[in-house]
C-alpha cells in the first residue's frame, strides 16, 4: 500500500465520523482512530506483519518487557525529583543542536544561569535553523537531548530550576 493511499484513507476516515477502522491486507496491517471531542486529531497505527520466517526472531524479544519493571520502579523517583524544575519542551520537529555552530561553544552548559529570552539551542527544520529562546529564568540542571538528535514536537529539551 502506498503512503498517498494510507493518507487517503486517513481523510476519508477523519470526513466519515466514524471513530475507529480497521484495515488488514496480505502484509500490513492499518488502524485509524480519530479523537473524540477533547482531542484534535487522528491517530493511525501501522504495522508490517512478518513473514513466516521470522516469526522465531520474535519470539527471542519477551525477556525485554522483563527489564521494563526496574525501570518503572526508578522512573516514579526521578519524577518526584525533577518535578520542582521547569521542562522547557520543543516547539517543533526537527534536529536539535547545542551550538551555533560546529566550531563554537554550545548556547548553555549544565549550571548555566539563564533569562528570559536567552537562547538555549537551534533546532533545525527544513533547512531553516530556528534559535529557541528560554521562557523562564534560572539555572539549567540538565539537557535532556544529546546533541545532533532529531526531537519530536513537545519533546522535553531542558530542566531549569527557577529559583
Known sequence: MELKEIQNLIKFVAKSGAS??????????????????????????????????????QQAAPPAPAQSPATTTEAPAAAEEDSKYITIKSPIIGTFYRKPSPDKPPFVEVGATV???????????????????????????????????????????FLVDPS
Do not use: H, W
Open 20 to 57: 475507529e477502522v480497521k484495515l488488514e491486507m496480505d502484509d500490513i496491517k492499518i488502524t485509524i482512530r480519530t479523537g473524540s471531542d477533547d482531542s484534535k486529531g487522528e491517530t493511525t497505527y501501522i504495522q508490517q506483519i512478518p513473514a513466516m520466517a521470522q516469526q522465531p526472531q
Open 115 to 157: 533569562g528570559t529570552g536567552d537562547v538555549l539551542c537551534v533546532i533545525e527544520a527544513m533547512k531553516l535553523f530556528n534559535e529557541i529562546e528560554s521562557e523562564v529564568s534560572g539555572k539549567i540542571v540538565k539537557v535532556l537531548v544529546d546533541d545532533s538528535s532529531p526531537v519530536e514536537f513537545d519533546q522535553p529539551l
